[in-house]
């Protein structure tokens, strides 16, 4: 692995957690899979943890890139605290190198290259109060690489009553899962294929540690968690491999766990793809209720395959267009018609007014992230 070598302009600097000393002055980060040894001055593939003297410094702790809000829908979580909006934040850094990445402008960016404010945890936690967010956000890069900070922040929601979500392709170790998913409410897991020759050429990482966290926060967690897959046309479209993400889905993680089918749209290095057909995503979604999942989405289209209906009687339950909730008919988490309890979260950890407000129709679309005045 080639490390990136890190400014003595850099930001201020936060000592990290999983790691550990080697000779010659460089470090083991075992945060994630990719388990980077860091010699003095560098840092490891996420651009944004680095060797200082021996040590393992965090560039991202308490300096986000990226704030806005959004609706839980955009994340997605269709079944978390429907028609909420929650506070999203991300920092600059990835540990993968996926060359569809939408988001390219911050991940694929060193500490010292993005704008950024300093916003120490509690500070987060008062903005999402302030703009009336049940749940806080860590997305748009991958939270994992900050994971020390999103620990801080959870602790500060918890006390506040809100709640916590990951966005996250996944890739963590197993010494750091647990430090990290026992304080979060809600995940969604990017599954980004079902092949490894596609994680291998296309993310530069690899497809077994991602199962195996699906399997953790499982059997392991009480995270309520949801799946997004984004098909891209030619590299992870086949009939075939969709049929067989279903099925590994249902046979380890059981019927409930939500599914998102989503579009691509050319972006970052696999600007020569084509959008993915909305014919792709409806059949991508029938295998997956054939093979016997219960909620089966589709994204970034508007079509009905965005609404929620009970798996036993069929009744339209959550009406969606887009990240929009124009109808809720649930009754305590249940059809109204037939009683079957639909598996989610519906409500909030603390009732509090102007916090459960839901996102005004058409909010926070008029530009890709929010300044706040801070």
Known sequence: MKSATIPDSAMDM???RWWESEPNGKVHCYLCP???HIGEGQAGFCFIRTNRAGKLYSLGYAHPAALQIDPIEKKPLNHFLPGTRVFSMGTAGCNMGCFFCQNWDISKSRADQVHSSYVPPEDVVSLAIRHGCPSIAFTYNEPTIWAEYVIDICHAAREAGLRTVMVSNGYVTREAFHDVYDHIDAANIDLKAFTENFYGKVTLTHLQPVLETLKWLKNETNVWFEITNLIIP????????????????????????PLHFTAFHPDFKLQDKPRTPPETLHAARAAALEVGLHYVYEGNIFSGGANTN???????LIQRSWHDVQKNALKDGSCPKCGFAVSGRWKNLVERGKMSQPLPSGAARSGKYEEFNL
């Open 234 to 257: 030619t590299l992870n479209d086949a009939p075939s491999e969709t049929t067989a993400l279903a099925e590994w889905v249902l046979t380890n993680l059981g019927p409930d766990v």
């Open 310 to 316: 009970c798996p036993s009687c069929g009744t339209l």
């Open 34 to 36: 990719r388990h980077c």
């Open 14 to 16: 936060h000592e990290a």
